[in-house]
């Protein structure tokens, strides 16, 4: 069945809705700041993510750049 549920944006904003799980859903992006529907750009840390990658699989900055040459 469907149950009673909460979405939880990490912008603030909450929606109640019906779902198949019980359990309170938190989402990083929702329609109140999604840059479509607010009309504004939103920077995303893109950087940091690559950085998170390269320090992961060890790659080095000019590893990187050697590769691509």
């Not at 109640?16 to 920077?43: D, M, W, Y």
């Not at 950085?51 to 990187?64: D, L, P, Q, V």
Request: charged share 25%.
């Amino acid at each position: 069945g469907y149950y009673n549920t909460k979405i939880v944006c990490v912008c603030g904003n909450v929606i109640e809705t019906r779902a198949t799980v019980k359990e309170t859903l938190h989402v990083e992006i929702c329609s109140n700041c999604h840059p479509f529907f607010t009309g504004k750009q939103k920077l995303v840390d893109t950087a940091g993510r690559i950085e998170r990658f390269r320090r992961k699989y060890g790659m080095k900055e000019k590893a990187a750049g050697a590769a691509g040459a």
